[in-house]
């Protein structure tokens, strides 16, 4: 009898251990009342390159492809000759015609025969196809001239690429024999969307016509002239980012000196711009010029991180390296030509370069405040950036001490490569990793960096699901847009980053923008995709956007009482309204319960807004056919208090925005 007792009582002591370990939660407690350390008021931001089509056949507007005949110096890519039964002609290229020294080729057509029953003329197929969409109107343009004998007309259609259906025609009336730009308007009416189609300029009697700049553009963002495409556009605006890093990465430099971003010939108008070439395989029609730039900064409320060359190119002046600019009197012009381009930016109008902007169409100077000086130099074996950086921050601190000068050479480089003679207001930081890693680096990375140090900016980041890099060939078999393992990887990274945003001043994914056509792409992973007619947020936008979009003045100390558990995190605090943002990933593949208790925050509203990105498998992804396969979903929490529990979805990104009782009172007497 006594054992019998005895064993029911050791058995009930057992089961309510049991009981209570089965029981117990994670702890995520944010200490609510007092922020630890300001948010940077630069976070978050955007980094753009000529990479992936992603301005020329991508946000850039322009619907031709080649415009100005100089794609390929031996026949006119993208461009074909129409030629119908009956009809004979030939199409070639011409530099005996040159439309100015900008634009010194042009595209001949000779029309042996032709009539109204049997045109020729010449087709280009656009960027993947020309975008018809219903009840658009398109805007065309061209510079032609005629030999003696012909006059015109020369009619100009969207069509079928097989040019039995025409979207929309309109017709110039005659030609003369010099030069002259000729603008229309094309409407196209009720059509099923499509991009199987071409661009025409056709004529329909014998003669011979020279064309040059043939242009097409589609209704652009704010309907500024020379614009950006609208979907695109909203997609960027919607992160409500801080600053845009331009011109870009390897495209700032080049391959070689000669084929730097030439900012001065990406002024005026676009028949002074001969475009150049840019290092990722195809030539850029710089369309989207310096000014342009900042009109996009403008456009989404956002401040330019304006990056200036500074005499490295990725193979140097003739294809050695080791050949790039030497510091001292043959780095000058190059200094020079960077503070030129600063006082592009910010010059009053009584300089030059601010007079030259005000010529432009924009008197009043942007704001900047952040220059880069040039772009990854820890590439250059010749170890003369410290030197270059030294003659660049020397004179641009001379002329404007206001501005902030970052270093393109990162503290995560070998301390031999950092710059030593100066100390930079901030370095750039870059990081393409799996998630795996980052998840791993996310543990304090920035937790033991110098605050009384330069502060970072990470200027590239991005996560990648694979076990290889994205310059591994192998990642041309993967999509251009990652999934949301990747996702992850990026969430817990930008949680690290934001949790030390005192330091982490600026960071911005890259990159941001990859036409998914056949061709279009040089590089994985990227964050939004598009083709000619649509476009998709990877889930990693999704994750940017829940982050950009929820963040508040003030960092907030957070703590996880589990070890090893799959759950990061970050909280900031509106010093105006009082609301907290709570950003939680769970990283793991399993729910996790969570005892959320809220240190002095006081008076909480009765409900919480939650937004949470999550799916079935972290293998799910977004594509064209299936753009928001991955992509957040709202919800509520009932009944908050200062300690309350709260399940996250496995593989989610969730973010949970908590207002105070007093602002709940005031939105809904409003209401």
């Given at each position: ?39 940077s ?93 219903p ?96 979907d695109?556009m909203?997609?960027?605006v ?12 390897n ?27 840019c ?13 342009e ?78 220059v ?49 003679s ?22 304090g ?49 930008m ?20 036409n ?43 703590k ?79 009944d ?18 908590l ?13």
């Amino acid at each position: 009898m006594r054992f019998s007792i005895l064993f029911g009582a050791l058995a009930a002591s057992l089961l309510t251990t049991v009981l209570f370990a089965a029981e117990k939660t994670t702890t995520l407690t944010v200490e609510a009342g007092k922020s630890v350390a300001p948010v940077s008021p630069m976070l978050y931001g955007l980094m753009t390159e000529e990479i992936n089509y992603s301005y020329d056949g991508g946000l850039y507007a322009e619907l031709i492809r080649n415009r100005t005949f100089q794609d390929d110096s031996k026949a006119p890519a993208h461009w074909s000759l129409v030629q119908e039964a009956g009809a004979s002609a030939a199409i070639e290229l011409d530099k005996s015609k040159p439309l100015n020294e900008s634009l010194p080729v042009s595209l001949r057509l000779d029309a042996k025969s032709a009539s109204a029953k049997s045109r020729v003329g010449i087709a280009n197929d656009g960027y993947w196809g020309i975008p018809v969409k219903p009840k658009t109107c398109y805007r065309a343009s061209f510079y032609a001239k005629a030999a003696a004998g012909f006059a015109g007309p020369v009619s100009v259609a969207i069509e079928s690429d097989d040019g039995k259906t025409v979207y929309a025609k309109g017709e110039v009336a005659s030609l003369g024999p010099d030069w002259k730009q000729y603008s229309l308007a094309l409407t196209v009416g009720e059509a099923a969307p499509t991009a199987k189609t071409r661009f025409v300029l056709s004529i329909d009697k014998p003669g011979t016509v020279w064309f040059n700049l043939v242009s097409l553009f589609p209704p652009t963002w704010n309907n500024r002239p020379n614009g950006n495409r609208i979907d695109l556009m909203q997609m960027l605006v919607d992160l409500n980012p801080k600053f845009l890093r331009f011109p870009g990465g390897n495209y700032l430099e080049g391959d070689y000196v000669k084929d730097r971003f030439p900012w001065q010939k990406t002024l005026g108008p676009l028949s002074d711009r001969p475009g150049h070439q840019c290092p990722w395989g195809y030539r850029s029609s710089d369309g989207m010029g310096l000014l342009e730039f900042l009109y996009w900064c403008e456009e989404m409320k956002a401040e330019p991180v304006l990056g200036v060359y500074v005499g490295y190119s990725l193979k140097g002046a003739d294809g050695d390296p080791n050949a790039n600019v030497k510091t001292g009197a043959d780095l000058e012009p190059f200094v020079k030509e960077a503070l030129d381009e600063i006082e592009y930016v910010i010059g009053d109008v009584s300089t030059k370069w601010g007079a030259q902007r005000a010529k432009d169409g924009h008197p009043a100077p942007f704001k900047l405040t952040y220059v880069e000086i040039g772009n990854e130099d820890w590439f250059d074996k010749t170890g003369r950036y410290d030197a270059r950086f030294a003659q660049f921050s020397d004179a641009i601190k001379k002329k404007y001490p206001q501005l902030k000068l970052i270093s393109s050479v990162g503290y995560e480089q070998s301390k031999n490569k950092w710059v030593k003679s100066r100390t930079p207001d901030a370095v750039d930081e870059h990081y393409y990793l799996p998630a795996d890693q980052f998840e791993k680096k996310s543990h304090g990375q920035y937790d033991k960096y110098d605050r009384k140090g330069p502060k970072i900016f990470v200027g590239e980041w991005a996560a990648h699901e694979t076990d290889f890099p994205p310059w591994d060939k192998r990642s041309e078999k993967k999509p251009a847009t990652p999934n949301l393992k990747a996702a992850l990887g990026d969430a817990v990274w930008m949680a690290e980053m934001e949790r030390n945003s005192d330091v982490v001043v600026m960071h911005c994914y890259a990159p941001l923008l990859v036409n998914v056509n056949p061709g279009g792409r040089q590089w994985r992973p990227d964050l939004i995709g598009y083709d000619a007619l649509n476009s998709f947020g990877a889930p990693s936008y999704y994750a940017i956007k829940m982050f950009s979009t929820n963040v508040g003045d003030g960092i907030l100390k957070t703590k996880i009482d589990a070890e090893k558990s799959p759950l990061h995190c970050s909280a900031t605090k509106d010093s105006k309204t009082g609301e907290i943002f709570l950003k939680v990933v769970n990283y793991g593949g399993e729910k996790q319960t969570v005892n959320l208790a809220l240190k002095d925050a006081g008076a909480l509203a009765a409900t919480a807004e939650v937004e949470t990105l999550s799916s079935a498998s972290p293998d799910d992804t977004n594509s064209i056919t299936e753009p928001t396969k991955v992509a957040p979903k709202k919800s509520e929490i009932k009944d908050v208090k200062e300690s309350f529990s709260y399940a996250f979805q496995p593989y989610s990104v969730t973010v949970i925005k908590l207002k105070p009782a007093e602002t709940a009172r005031k939105r809904a007497r409003r209401r």
